[in-house]
């Protein structure tokens, strides 16, 4: 009985060193296991040393960065405060142009030099307004009336023939043969019949040109009223020794408006007519005088 039990104590102290030496291989293996060189994973030294290295490279690129930040910087704020001012002076001149396109260049301000006055001379001596013309009145002698002009050049080329210069006056669609004119009518009556006596068929007839507004400059009126004037004067002259006053009749040639072309025609037929003035004595002085005022006639209608 003794014995069984001894047995049964040693059978039992080899049983626990058995499962020792198991567990102890077993932790042994599994340690092997851990530490196997075919295994995946990286050391522990390994990564400590790459990571130094990763931080050394980033630190390199990071020093490399610090040099070119202050021109990044300086660049983009360069380029967002040029395009702030340039929206800004934009909006500045389209609000400016608007102000002057509503209220007119007459508001810009500008130097005042002598060219400025002289440009406003100019200007202000170049604006027209509208005058009105008085009627200018007459007896003329009629030698005859056309509805075709042809016809009317015809009988005047017979009568310059006879010794008897004339004009053509278009008025209301019909030509006006017109051989001379008086200051009354008594004095027209008196030189168609002795026009009559020459062999010419003269009809005497009142004329005359109608009130007109016409769009002229201050200085285009004046010289116009002058000429009238003049004109006038010479007609009522007609019967005396000297007709012309020349010496008055030029010195409306040497006032003539400068710059203007309006009333070039007239001028232009006064300057033709100057020299015959002198000696000009009643049918001449007649002919001349109707010249003149159908070329008067000529630039204030057109």
Partial sequence: MGKQKKNGVSNKKNNTKDRLKAFKKSREEHAATLQNPGDDSIPTLARQYEGSNSKKKFGKKEGKLKHFKPVIVTTIAAIAIGSILGFVMLRMFVIIDGDLSANGSNNTPVLADDT????????????????????????????????EQANADEWAAKYDEAGLPS???????????????????????????????????????????????????????????????QWEETLASLTSNEVFSVASWKELINNYPEGTKKLSGLSETIEEVIDEMSTAENRKAQHILLKLWLQYDKVTNN
């Fill in 116 to 147: 400025d006055k002289d440009e406003e001379e100019s200007s202000t001596a170049t604006s027209t307004s509208l005058y009105m013309l008085e009627p200018i009145q007459a007896f003329v002698l009629q030698s005859g009336v056309f509805s």
């Fill in 167 to 229: 004009i053509i006056w278009e008025m209301d669609n019909q030509y006006f043969l017109l051989a001379g004119l008086g200051n009354t009518n008594d004095h027209a009556k008196q030189s168609a019949a002795e026009l009559s006596a020459d062999g010419f068929d003269i009809f005497v007839k009142e004329w005359n040109t109608g009130e007109i507004e016409v769009e002229l400059t201050k200085e285009e009126h004046a010289w116009l009223k002058t000429f009238v004037e």
